[in-house]
């Protein structure tokens, strides 16, 4: 047990040496200790010859001090079981440190300079002074070396004080605990108080919670432990004689020091570090705050983070376990090696490869290097390095050289240049700014990493490496690129990933031999000069700032990645006449892109794989065709319509995926995609799919293969065969998985599913499917996964359902499945099966009629959720007579890791299986503290769990209080059910500690929340090691239980509702989205090594980031539950987040990242929105994620936050007051939607009816659009993101899209202030919307803040509102209603006066908002007409209205009273100065610089002049008599050959400068167009008639190709 606190203070005034009266019996009881063991036979130890009279020339006798080992041990006379007595200790001021005397010399000098190292007593025969450098020879000769300038110091996160700083005397106390201890003694010690200049030196580290004194854990070899009180300038010189006297157990045995084990590894501390602020320092990089008391965290088990042990010098494995079976590849990594084993100086010479990481106290001497003559490879990461060891540099042989993750801040002194053949040099992940000027004498270096680090500009020396091959310079701050790079001519690989590079150079042009360039998260903006080079293969360079795409592709690039870009356009510029481009991966998805060129596309025939999601395209061209070698097609999450119809010519395609989009069929010619094995194209509107005309008669193939009473189907077809033969279309044989889910497909539109023969995995699920045909499983035997979720079936047919062996996973759910057919037990390798939110209902021990999950013991995943209507009990009498097993219980099924039983009826004797590690069991209701919620999840690919959720109602026994959280990892890669289930079993009771030390006035959630995490997590490193067996004590313990428990770990979320606060807590890729009145609202934070904050806190850390994006190049998550071997960098520290429900609150969606790596979130939004049960919402999130593209493990909740408030009445269809067309009339109006072709839309509420009566109408028009289309490139994607906004707004505000006119907007409300609250969400919205950069760099959509608050951004529309009752009339052709009369009119003039951004309101709309918004006015006769939803929606953005006064309409008489209206936040638009009212394109389009067009126009008369055959150089620029004369000698040096012609291009171009209006610079670039092209063109004919001159005839082939280029010129 532990002792009680013995406090130990410095007295300065004690003499050194003295020794209290409590001490001295404690000395006296030394001599009673037994002696040490016998030592072991000599066979077994290596014999150390420590004769000092026989180490002449080695020792020099005449200054040895005088033997004394009981005056200078230290140490006190206690061992584990006996506590000291001693009550005060003294530090021994001076006494720190070795004798300044010169007793040992260096042993590699020659003999007559030999001296013993000074202070030194004896010779350590393992290791010869490994990181000291070898001393210069002194004007004497003497040769000794200087102790007084170690060669090694301690990183500066080890709280290292700098060599001459000022060493203070602290005061520190001892406090000793001893666990193997009986009994406990207290005794005070009087306190004696800091120096004022330590006080001081404390001021700045007040604000960080320092108290002044911090407590660290110190362990003793046995495990045993003693806390030290000490403040954070207390080194382990100091500290080291009061650890003597309290923790060494024997004077008598070989001396200890403090060493510090974390990340795996295990280091001796040096004398100058300071334990307290390395505790203090790892404590905030895991994630712990001041305000939990820093200084008290120390005396706790922290093991998990690091370990103080203060031992023997004695470390690591015997020698005798060092067995190595062979030594031309030796690896040492973490070994805690202090010195080379001796077993390897015998073989040295056969070294190959010798890897020391992770070592930190390991030492190199110089007589092992040098007897290494063959070594080629040394690795010397995480070796705590801060220099490099000197000994290095003597390693002639040496090829590779890793010093990757060290502390290394220069190589200054490495001398490095010593080694010739030096090939491959790792740098990452170190200290250094800067390289050493002998860099360019690396001739031979090939490979050189200097990712993370702090660069913030290519060192110059790089560029002269002339053979480096591979350069990784990733995650700097390298703001640019030196021109002087091109001179890496032999450059193979260039990464440059996580910078801040915003242009690639020029010069880069030169770089010939470059293959690959990772240029990806930097700022470029254009890679034409790299796209051109001749053997660039892969240009990796998404995630930048690229908004156009004119490139010209080099000849053999194959991989070109532009995704995550505002790319708006791609136009490929001819390359090489003759050579076709040989790009075969092309990624532009996450772009901006509204169409695909098609002669670009046509272009690239050798394309192979084609990536264009998340863009805005309408249509792809018929020139898709042409790419006969494609063979994946992914254009999701689009605008398409169609498909092309030449798709049916791409007969190597294998994957088509074009999931949510736009598409109302699939093309005919699509059968004759002999290769094609997954079509997705879920997410769309498609009712139906036709087999192409002659391909095979349907009506007999159908007949065939589901059966049909027609009886000439034999006479017909003759057999199987025929059908199934050559007419047979070329798709059946091939498909295997056919994802077609959320459709508008009908039970009549499965008859071609018929033919699919090789179907492995068929998606229906959210389609209009009411009723399967009866053999609809006949032909589907090789399936294995089935989705029938979502639709409207009423009943399984059972016709060959029983020949489906294959099938393994089958979703049922959010049907109306009534019975279950006992078909389904037939199905053997049944292992997932979900029919939850059905109607069942039936006997679940009739097993003869019905099914029973007993007979499918193969299942591991069962979900009955939702079915309220179905009973689990045992049946007695059946159990009786038939004396077999009871039906009901679920014991057969050994393997069942996920059963879900919520709102099922249970009986009270039914055996429900209990949970456990591999096992989760729901039984609860879908209903927590009057909130509805609803869980969905798939096991994936795993055969474990590795994510689970916890719900926890009346949380500390309070009906305002709950809890939702979910722990695991989405992959069953680094996952754990173990880790996972004790994260669920712990949190509330952690959670509920931490609340409760708040007490009841704090209102700190947040840091219990951090609290939690942070302590569930040292409790979780508890739980795995002490159930394990490993002894956290030794460095040699299991590596494999180091390997299962350290690299494993679980992301958490955790959601705590009280009141109506809502607190998210996550660390990890699992979040939470709240639905606001629709719109999609982050709650969280997505923890990716990626994001450049994450990369911050990792590189400060000590961590770093891979190009892959993964932590250490280990996992792909920067917070974490676990991963011990990676914390503090890996740490959970969660991101909190308090958000105040209100009624505008819909639902919570909460789920890992296999939701939101394939859903986004708006998306996910829109999709349960659909649904009112959040059950069959989450469901529905997750089937929508299998049908994505997801594969692991996935878990959704949907929480339904709006219970908490009252409910309102629901929304009804209200129609206008006093309607003037019948109400039948307006309802089949209604009722006779037009067919909707959008799905994004699709997904909202239903339009509302055509208001009728007193409405309001609403005109919008963007302000300069005109010139926008003209002269903008992203004027077509802006569009479709305004019309997207304006009709989702629509649907969220009830209101009723009359017509559109170009990008105008004319809607109607049956209420005002309906219509003004859509007008105030538009205006919202656009700001937050994702306009194209081109958009944004012009004058008319640029970003404009008013007090760090943005009020115009993008698109700027005009909105008017005006009531009153018009004439009502369906159009007869688009069946729509229209609005005529002179209230419409007036509408359209209210519009037509409104500016850009501003709502302009006439008299009457002002009226209704006094009345209900502002209260400052009487009720109109329609005020009892507004939604309350509405005016609660209003009243929170606030409005601002600034009256205009009486305006006079254009065509009309009486003038309109108006006022100009804005959202609280955006009022400041207000004092903008209106733009012209007679606009230019100036505003409109990008704006280009005088500068541009000079370089233009440089550009136009060197190509001139190239047509002329000569060569246009400018004139040098002459200044003065100097640069004259350094001209002239230039000149004389290299004259000019007769065919260039320097001149001044100023004298060839028209003047412009900076005065030039707009309109003169448009004609000037129109001039300098015209001119380029008639000098191209010229040129193209003279390469022509060049080359039909060097084969003696005409190339018809290539003046084909030269006039088809020049035709546009030439027209």
């Known amino acids: 047990m532990p002792s009680p606190d013995l406090s130990f ?195 700045k580290r007040a604000s960080r919670g320092s108290r002044g004194l911090y407590k660290v854990r110190i362990y003793r070899a046995n495990n045993s432990y003693h806390v030290v009180s000490c403040d954070l300038t207390v080194t382990v010189a100091q500290l080291t004689p009061q650890l003597n006297k309290k923790l060494l157990l024997d004077p008598g045995v070989e001396p200890h020091k403090l060493h510090l084990k974390e990340r795996g590894r295990e280091r001796v501390l040096a004398p100058t570090e300071r334990p307290a602020d390395i505790v203090r320092r790892r404590l905030e990089q895991a994630g712990y705050d001041v305000a939990d008391g820093l200084d008290l965290l120390g005396a706790d088990d922290i093991q998990f983070l690091l370990k103080f042990v203060y031992k023997s010098n004695a470390l690591g494995p015997p020698e005798e376990e060092m ?95 010593h080694i010739p053949q030096l090939r491959h040099l790792k740098l990452q992940n170190n200290r250094m700014d800067k390289l050493p000027f002998y860099f360019p004498h690396l001739r031979e270096l090939r490979d050189l990493n200097i990712s993370n680090n702090k660069f913030t500009r290519l060192p110059a020396v790089v560029c002269e490496l002339r053979s480096l091959v591979d350069l990784d310079a990733s995650f700097n701050s390298l703001t640019d690129l030196p021109d002087e790079l091109g001179q890496l001519s032999q450059l193979d690989h260039l990464i440059i990933v996580g910078n801040q590079v915003s242009k690639i150079p020029d010069a880069c042009a030169n770089l010939h031999n470059l293959r690959v360039l990772d240029c990806r998260r930097n700022h470029i903006t254009d890679i034409s000069v790299v796209c051109r080079l001749p053997k660039i293969e892969q240009l990796l360079a998404d995630h930048n700032s690229m908004h156009a795409l004119d490139v010209s592709f080099g000849p053999a690039l194959k991989q070109l990645d532009g995704s ?111 290769s094609l094995q997954v079509l997705n194209v879920t997410s769309n509107v498609i009712s139906t799919w036709s087999l192409p005309p002659g391909s095979i008669d349907l009506e007999v193939a159908v007949s065939h293969a589901w059966g049909s009473s027609v009886s000439l189907l034999s006479e017909r077809k003759g057999s199987s065969s025929s059908i199934t033969g050559s007419a047979l279309p070329a798709l059946a044989s091939s498909l295997e998985k056919l994802y077609v889910g959320e459709n508008s497909l009908t039970a009549d539109s499965l008859h071609p599913l018929a033919l699919l023969k090789e179907l492995r995995v068929l998606n229906l699920s959210f389609n209009n499917i009411q009723q399967l045909p009866t053999s609809f499983f006949r032909n589907l035997t090789q399936l294995r996964e089935l989705y029938l979720s979502g639709n409207h079936i009423a009943a399984i047919p059972t016709e060959n359902l029983q020949h489906m062996t294959n099938l393994e996973v089958l979703f049922l759910n ?68 038939r004396n077999q097993q009871q039906l009901s219980d679920f014991s057969s099924l050994t393997q069942l890791r996920i059963l879900g039983l919520m ?256 859903v986004s979130y708006q998306t996910a939004v829109d999709i349960a929105r659909k649904e009112r049960d959040p059950m069959i919402a989450a469901q529905k999130l997750r089937d929508f994620a299998i049908s994505y593209g997801a594969e692991g493990t996935t878990m959704i909740m949907v929480i339904k936050v709006s219970d908490l408030f009252p409910k309102n009445l629901p929304h009804e269809l209200q129609l206008s007051a006093d309607p003037v067309i019948p109400p039948d009339l307006i309802w089949s109006l209604a009722n006779k939607k037009a067919r909707i072709i959008n799905r994004d839309i699709s997904r909202l509420d239903d339009e509302v009816p055509p ?91 640029k970003e404009i803040v008013d007090k760090e608050i943005v009020i115009a951004r993008g698109l700027s529309l005009r909105m008017g509102i005006h009531c009153g009752q018009p004439v009502c009339e369906p159009d007869p052709v688009t069946g729509r209603m229209d609005y005529f009369g002179p209230m419409v009119n007036r509408a359209a003039r209210v519009n037509a006066v409104a500016a850009g951004g501003q709502i302009m309101c006439s008299a009457d709309v002002i009226k209704e908002i006094n009345a209900r918004i502002l209260d400052a006015g009487p ?7 507004q939604p309350a939803v509405a005016i609660d929606a209003i009243r929170a953005m606030g409005v601002q209205i600034f009256p205009v006064g009486e305006v006079k309409l254009k065509g009309l008489e009486v003038p309109e009273n108006l006022s100009v209206l804005y959202p609280a936040s955006l009022a400041a638009r207000q004092t903008l100065e209106p733009f012209e009212s007679a606009p230019t394109a100036s505003g409109s389009r990008v704006q280009f610089s005088v500068e541009q067009m000079r370089e233009l126009g440089l550009l136009c008369v060197r190509l001139e ?86 084969r003696g005839g005409p190339d018809h082939e290539m003046r084909d190709k030269i006039m088809e280029l020049c035709r546009p010129i030439l027209l």
């Open 9 to 203: 203070h410095p007295t300065p005034t004690t003499p050194p040496g003295s020794v209290s009266k409590k001490e001295r019996p404690a000395r006296k009881k030394k001599a009673s200790y037994a002696p040490p063991p016998v030592p072991p036979p000599k066979e077994s130890l290596y014999a150390l010859d420590t004769n000092l009279n026989e180490m002449d020339g080695i020792v020099d006798l005449s200054v040895l001090p005088p033997t004394n080992f009981e005056s200078n041990s230290p140490g006190s006379g206690f061992d584990s079981s006996h506590r000291s007595s001693s009550d005060v200790s003294s530090m021994q001021y001076g006494s720190v440190g070795t004798s300044q005397h010169s007793v040992f010399s260096n042993p590699f000098l020659p003999g007559n300079q030999r001296r013993l190292a000074p202070g030194a007593l004896a010779f350590d025969g393992r290791r010869i002074s490994p990181k000291a450098r070898p001393p210069a020879p002194t004007p004497n000769g003497s040769g000794e070396v200087d102790r007084e300038s170690p060669s090694w110091t301690a990183p500066e996160s080890w709280a290292v004080e700098k060599e001459g700083g000022e060493s203070q005397a602290p005061a520190y106390s001892s406090e000793e605990e001893e666990l193997t201890s009986a009994k406990q003694q207290e005794q005070p010690q009087q306190h004696q108080s800091p120096r004022t200049s330590q006080v001081r030196s404390k001021k």
């Open 564 to 674: 995550h870009n505002d790319i708006t356009q791609l136009t490929l510029v001819p390359g090489p006449l003759g050579l076709p481009y040989a790009l075969t991966t092309l990624n532009l998805s996450y772009a901006k892109l509204s169409t695909l060129d098609d002669l670009a596309l046509a272009q690239l025939t050798a394309l192979e794989v084609l990536l264009i999601d998340h863009n805005s395209i309408r249509s792809l061209p018929e020139s898709l065709g042409g790419l006969s070698r494609l063979k994946h097609l992914s254009c999701s999450n689009n605008h398409l319509y169609a498909l092309p119809s030449t798709v049916g010519r791409l007969q190597w395609l294998e994957t088509l995926e074009a999931h949510n989009n736009d598409l109302s069929e699939l093309p005919m010619s699509l059968w004759n995609c002999s």
């Open 903 to 1158: 709102d099922v009826t249970i009986g009270m004797q039914t055996n429900i299986p209990d949970e456990s590690e591999d096992r989760r069991v729901r039984t609860s209701m879908a209903d927590v503290n009057g909130m509805a919620y609803g869980i969905a999840d798939t096991l994936g690919m795993t055969e474990h769990l590795t994510m689970i959720d916890l719900v926890q109602p009346n949380f500390r026994a309070s009906h305002e209080e709950a809890i939702f959280a979910m722990f695991g990892r989405a992959s069953h890669i680094a996952s754990n059910n173990r880790l996972t289930k004790f994260l669920h079993d712990s949190f509330l009771r952690v959670f509920a500690e931490e609340l409760a030390k708040l007490g009841p006035t704090s209102d700190d959630v947040p840091a219990a929340l951090r609290r939690s995490f942070l302590k569930l997590n040292k409790l979780l490193h508890d739980y795995l090691y002490s159930t394990s067996g490993r002894k956290m004590s030794h460095v040699s313990a299991s590596a494999m239980n180091q390997t299962i428990h350290d690299k494993i770990g679980a992301s958490g979320i955790v959601l705590y509702i009280v009141h109506r606060t809502l607190y998210v807590a996550n660390a990890g890729n699992a979040l939470a989205v709240i639905s606001r009145q629709g719109i999609a609202h982050l709650i969280s934070r997505k923890h990716d090594p990626f994001d450049r904050r994450e990369t911050a806190r990792i590189r400060a850390a000590e961590g770093w980031v891979s190009p892959k994006g993964f932590v250490n190049d280990e996992i792909d998550v920067s917070r974490s539950f676990g991963f011990y071997y990676l914390l503090p960098v890996v740490n959970p520290q969660p991101d909190v987040f308090r958000y105040e429900l209100n009624p505008q609150d819909e639902f919570v969606i909460v789920g890992n990242r296999g939701l939101w790596d394939y």
């Open 1505 to 1590: 002049t190239l047509a002329m055959s000569r060569v246009f150089r400018p004139a040098p620029v002459r200044k003065g008599s100097i640069a004259s004369a350094s001209g002239q000698s230039r000149g004389e040096e290299v004259p000019d050959s007769p065919c260039v012609i320097r001149d001044d291009p100023s004298l060839y171009l028209p003047v412009m400068d900076e005065s030039s209006s707009d309109a003169h610079l448009t004609t000037v670039l129109h001039s300098l167009s015209l001119r380029i092209d008639n000098a191209l063109t010229k040129l193209a004919f003279m390469y022509m008639s060049d080359v039909e001159r060097a």
């Open 1419 to 1425: 009720d109109t006769e329609f005020s009892y007409l």
């Open 814 to 881: 959010g049907n109306k499945l009534q019975t279950l057919p006992r078909e389904i037990s037939k199905l053997t390798k049944l292992s997932v099966m979900d029919v939850g939110s059905n109607v069942l209902k039936y006997n679940i021990n009739n097993w003869e009629f019905d099914w029973n999950w007993n007979f499918n013991t193969n299942l591991r995943y069962l979900n009955l959720s939702g079915n309220k209507r179905l009973e689990i009990k045992p049946d007695m009498n059946h159990r009786q007579s």
């Open 1251 to 1341: 208001p009728t009566g007193h409405l309001a109408l609403v005109f919008t028009d963007i302000r300069n659009s005109t010139h926008l289309w003209e002269v903008n490139p992203g004027m077509q994607s802006a569009m479709v993101l305004h019309n997207n906004l304006l009709r989702r707004q629509l649907r969220f505000c009830r209101g009723y899209e009359v017509k559109t006119e170009g990008d105008a907007f004319m809607c109607s409300f049956p209420t005002t202030l309906a219509a003004l609250w859509w007008c105030m969400s538009v205006q919202m919205e656009l700001l937050k919307l994702p306009w194209p950069l081109e958009i944004l760099e012009c004058e008319d959509g």
């Open 323 to 417: 067995q190595f079976d062979t030594f031309d590849l030796v690896d040492l990594t973490s070994r805690s090696l202090r010195a080379v084993p001796v077993a390897l100086y015998g073989h040295a010479e056969a070294i190959v490869s010798l890897n020391l990481s992770r070592n930190p106290m390991l030492e190199i001497p110089l007589d092992f290097i040098q007897a290494c003559t063959t070594l080629r490879e040394l690795r010397l990461s995480h070796m705590a390095l801060k220099k490099v060891p000197q000994s290095v540099r003597h390693c002639q042989t040496l090829q590779w050289l890793d010093l990757s993750c060290n502390r290394i801040a220069d190589l200054e002194d490495a001398g490095l240049q």
